[in-house]
């Protein structure tokens, strides 16, 4: 059954949660605020009225003073600690929003977060989000006693005289049609404004992103006029977009607060023949005026609650992302054996590119496996589908014979260790970025880490060492050093099955050797999964698998591939063969050392 839509305002209510409380205790107040705003109305109508009888007094005067002054307190007051309520609120509710946004992402398939641009994330989950604090803070409770202010005020219209009371309404239905029709016309256009506004965004964050590629290679005319471009189209389109409501709008601001355009003359109407007194005519200006002040208000929050539904109904889809099922209770492994039994993938949902067919592979636990293979083969993908990165399309990855998908995200996460070929670090010092591998290890555990990926020299060279920024060294450090320290973090995490994918491909031959070396001490034991196009750093594994085009062409020691697998043979020359080029360019010699 297709799950009914949810209203966007209860979706939005909904994170309000544990909250709900104070907002309505910043509705009641801030409707105390607004009401009491109609005392000093009343008690000018009183004096007017003793001034008009001639019986006023020191003491009436006072009495009607005070009452005014102690309302204008009550109003003061009350809005004042209404507005910090909601305020409050109106943050818990951003920041659950922006938790759940993230946390959608985080169990959703990887490629459902690469769908989407940096600058279109950053878009919805920064500013978006922000945009709707405002109104969000002043809507809920202002908007409330806005609404009741001229139903209270109307009560008291048709106290005096029911005439007066309708004619103060004579504009509100055109001002509404007028209202529906705005809100109508631009609704219409919201998706193709936040289409432009996410490609604006992009643009910016591509052309940061990618200022190296552009200045190598003179580019930066093209990139700039893309995003000058994008800039110049989302201008060209708010123009548009405001325009289309241009009269409708002006014309609902204009009419929904003209009520003393009724009030005023059937107001003299009636004192003329005598119905109404003179201060019961300044009664009804008077309450029909602060009508205009609440409407006008309406009006200008009915542009932030369209604000607000339109973020809501945006964010909709990262909340409505698909999810990975996941699992609520550990499970118990019988070891870090590992099985792939016949697992197929594509990438798209339509399945329509697989890029593994029918993968079987045994990685029984404590060996070192080999992924070989040419480039786009499906290794690294096969790696992903192990740590859970996406689920397959068939068949089933098992883990101590319990297939992934029974094992929760986390217990999955503390099991395996995954080295990848894009070495992120996160703003915070070195030291945080390695003991990310194990948030309780001491600074000791992270300095003996940093020594075996053999990193703790360079990061000992820099000024500030371990406490460097990341986000400053990221930039100096190179893609080796980088690559490094996510070692290090792995070291540290000491889990039971490790992922290297291209882990040493950035680093020299003679730091290359050491951590070679180190990553053999340090995973003996575990279950290791190295993907590796330098045949010559897994020539020892104890099973190598060769993947051509999503299949497995060979597998087994290196020896045996040599003899019996043509493929493999032909790499391992090639291998060779490159290695010889490369040192013969470099020494202008040719040598066939590996
Ligand atoms: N996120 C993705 N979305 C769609 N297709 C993808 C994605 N990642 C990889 N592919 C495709 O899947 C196939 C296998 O890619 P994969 O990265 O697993 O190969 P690989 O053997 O690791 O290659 P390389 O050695 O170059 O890293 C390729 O055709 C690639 O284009």
């Not at 003996?448 to 460097?468: H, N, S, V, W």
Request: charged share 20%.
């Amino acid at each position: 059954m297709k799950k009914k839509k949810e209203n966007w305002f209860s979706s939005l209510m909904n994170f309000a949660n544990g909250s709900k409380g104070k907002l309505s205790m910043s509705v009641l107040l801030s409707v105390i605020s607004i009401v009491s705003g109609l005392v000093p109305y009343y008690c000018l109508y009183r004096i007017i009225e003793l001034f008009t009888q001639n019986v006023v007094t020191n003491t009436s005067m006072i009495h009607w003073g005070v009452l005014i002054l102690m309302a204008y307190v009550v109003k003061v007051i009350t809005f004042g600690i209404s507005t910090g309520i909601s305020h409050q609120v109106a943050y818990h509710i951003l920041e659950n929003l922006r938790l759940r946004v993230s946390d959608a992402f985080m169990h959703a398939p990887l490629g459902e977060v690469t769908s989407h641009s940096i600058g279109e994330i950053k878009n919805i989950m920064v500013d978006k989000i922000e945009n709707i604090e405002p109104p969000l803070a002043h809507i809920i409770p202002e908007g409330a006693g806005h609404a009741v202010l001229p139903l209270v005020s109307l009560i008291g219209l048709f106290n005096v005289d029911w005439r007066v009371a309708f004619a103060s309404l004579v504009t509100l239905p055109l001002a509404f049609v007028c209202m529906v029709l705005t809100y109508r016309i631009s609704g219409k256009n919201f998706n193709k404004y936040n289409e432009s506004n996410s490609y604006m965004n992009s643009t910016i964050v591509e052309y940061i992103e990618g200022i190296e590629v552009i200045k190598a290679f003179g580019k930066e005319g093209t990139s700039y006029e893309k995003f000058a471009g994008a800039i110049t189209n989302y201008r060209d389109f708010i123009l548009k977009w405001l325009s289309s409501t241009w009269i409708t709008m002006k014309l609902s601001f204009a009419l929904f607060p003209s009520t003393l355009l009724g009030v005023l003359p059937v107001g003299l109407v009636l004192y003329s023949k005598g119905i109404l007194t003179p201060a019961q005519v300044a009664l009804c200006c008077m309450l029909s005026m602060s009508m205009i002040g609440s409407l006008a208000k309406l009006e200008v929050f009915s542009e932030g609650i369209r604000e607000m539904q339109f973020t809501i109904e945006n964010l909709q889809q990262f909340l409505d992302m698909p999810s990975l099922p996941d699992a609520k209770d550990n499970v118990k492994l019988r070891g870090y054996d590992i099985n792939f039994c016949n697992v197929t993938f594509s990438y798209d949902e339509k399945e329509e590119h697989e890029v593994l067919h029918g993968i079987n592979m045994n990685l029984s636990q404590g060996s070192f496996t080999a992924l070989v293979g040419p480039s786009g083969g499906g290794k690294s993908t096969i790696a992903k589908l192990l740590a859970r990165f996406w689920d397959v399309t068939a068949g089933t990855i098992e883990i101590g014979g319990i297939n992934v998908k029974e094992i929760p995200l986390k217990q999955l996460a503390n099991t395996i260790s995954f080295v990848t070929q894009d070495n992120f670090l996160f703003r915070c010092s070195l030291l945080e970025n390695i003991r990310l591998g194990n948030p309780n290890a001491s600074d000791e555990d992270v300095y003996a880490a940093a020594k075996a990926a053999q990193c703790d020299e360079f990061i000992r060279k820099l000024e500030a060492g371990y406490q460097t920024p990341a986000g400053e060294a990221g930039k100096r450090l190179s893609g080796g050093e980088k690559q490094r320290i996510a070692i290090a973090r792995m070291i540290l995490k000491n889990a039971p099955i490790v992922i290297l994918d291209e882990a040493t491909a950035f680093t020299d031959p003679e730091n290359e050797e050491k951590i070679q070396h180190s990553i053999a001490a340090l995973t003996k034991g575990k279950t290791l999964l190295v993907i590796a196009h330098r045949l010559s750093t897994i020539k020892n594994a104890d099973h190598i698998v060769v993947l051509n085009h999503g299949n497995i062409v060979a597998e087994g020691k290196q020896d045996e591939l040599l003899k019996h697998s043509s493929f493999y043979a032909n790499m391992w020359k090639n291998h060779i063969g490159a290695k010889s080029w490369s040192v013969g360019v470099r020494g202008k010699e040719v040598s066939q050392d590996v």
